[in-house]
């Protein structure tokens, strides 16, 4: 199974299919792809790849300090939000994690590579008498211990959401609690009273809180004290990237915010010097002045995600209503359905390595208009004559 979406290049190498026929639903990339200018402003910097790129990104660093209104040192640089999330884990080197699931895999992944040998447990909807010890050998190294908070399916509205049980969880045995907002797979946003309530309950038991904010460019910009509160929390970091919402994946640039948790030098020093490039660097910083081009995305994802929603449910799925560029969907009972999708040419996230969901639940990205008919009418085509995927 694949750990991510975006896997165009393996599905063409299997299937003999040319790599720009692929319809890809499995990448949550914004639909209008870069902004104008960006790629004309990559080529122009052309000129300075023949020097190493700047490994204190200053200029990047300098428009992201006055962008998020925090001062330089506070700003972190790094070869996508991937990047950003391994120096952390590594620099902070916590001893025992809470992270709720489902929520987005290379937590895990990057915890894996780097300890080796995880020591996991489950809580089941926040109940510890229905906690679930995973099978570790005796003799395993237990250099941390990973807590799955499952958040509770088939709930209504609530489903696959934080609620105020969760506060319950949260105790001084933690060193770090992840929070993914908006979530992936789901798209669901943390309620602000209850984050608020997460953060003073984070700060009383001494637990660093990292917040993950990936996707969090694809909700409407709030000017409030939500944002100023965040910033202002000493244990708090916070994670970015360009990657989705200014449609650059192939140019791997993300940010972080740091907290007094871990220093910029401390960060700097969990991996190679220049880890991010000169042409992502000029990407980044030609990003940040195209509110425009946000606002237009935001809008017209919010309204093909509406008609996208609605269409899912009248065939017959099983719909998780996030809030951003990507849906999450149950074809209950139905574990091959993206197998089948393939040979339409069609790519979709199966999400069956997602801790706390089963093998038939799949994610779609938010596309244009023209393709997302396409999509709706091959699964309309799916259910009634299904293809053979042996």
């Given at each position: 199974m694949e750990l991510h979406g975006g896997y165009r290049h393996k599905a063409s190498e299997q299937t003999g299919k040319p790599?720009?026929?692929?319809?890809?639903?499995?990448?949550?990339?914004?639909?209008?792809?870069m902004p104008e200018g960006m790629k004309e402003a990559m080529i122009k910097a052309m000129e300075e790849v023949i020097h190493y790129p700047d490994p204190d990104c200053l200029e990047l660093t300098k428009r992201l300090a006055e962008f998020e209104k925090v001062p330089t040192h506070r700003i972190y640089c790094g070869n996508g939000g991937a990047d950003v999330l391994y120096r952390y884990f590594v620099a902070l080197r916590p001893k025992k994690i809470l992270l709720p699931v489902p929520t987005f895999v290379e937590y895990e992944e990057i915890l894996t590579n780097y300890y080796g040998t995880i020591k996991k447990r489950e809580v089941l909807f926040g109940k510890e008498e229905d906690a679930k010890e995973a099978q570790i050998k005796e003799d395993s190294i237990k250099e941390v211990e990973l807590v799955y908070y499952y958040m509770n399916r088939n709930v209504g509205d609530k489903e696959l959401t934080l609620t105020k049980e969760f506060l319950d969880c949260i105790d001084s045995s933690y060193d770090l609690l992840i929070l993914c907002s908006p979530n992936n797979p789901t798209g669901k946003v943390i309620d602000e009273e209850l984050l608020k309530k997460i953060v003073e309950k984070t700060k009383e038991c001494h637990v660093k809180l990292l917040l993950d904010f990936s996707f969090s460019e694809f909700l409407k910009k709030q000017e409030g004290t939500m944002d100023v509160y965040l910033k202002q929390q000493p244990h708090i970091t916070m994670v970015h990237s360009f990657t989705k919402m200014y449609g650059m994946p192939g140019i791997r640039i993300g940010y972080g915010i740091l907290s007094d948790a871990v220093t910029k030098e401390e960060m700097k020093r969990q991996g190679p010097t220049w880890s991010v490039n000169h042409l992502a660097q000029v990407a980044g910083v030609y990003a940040l002045g195209q509110e425009a081009f946000v606002e237009k995305t935001i809008d017209y994802v919010t309204k093909e995600r509406?008609?996208?929603?609605?269409?899912?449910?009248?065939?017959?799925?099983?719909?998780?209503?996030?809030?951003?560029?990507?849906?999450?969907?149950?074809?209950?009972?139905?574990?091959?359905?993206?197998?089948?999708l393939l040979k339409r040419g069609i790519l979709i996230r199966s999400c069956g390595n997602y801790r706390n969901l089963t093998k038939d639940y799949y994610r779609i990205a938010v596309k244009k208009a023209e393709d997302n008919k396409r999509l709706v009418t091959a699964l309309k085509e799916e259910i009634l004559c299904p293809q053979n995927v042996l």
């Open positions: 790599l720009n026929d692929w319809l890809d639903f499995s990448a949550n990339i914004n639909p209008f792809g509406t008609w996208l929603i609605n269409e899912l449910k009248q065939l017959g799925f099983h719909v998780i209503e996030g809030e951003v560029n990507y849906i999450l969907f149950q074809k209950i009972g139905d574990e091959t359905f993206h197998e089948r």
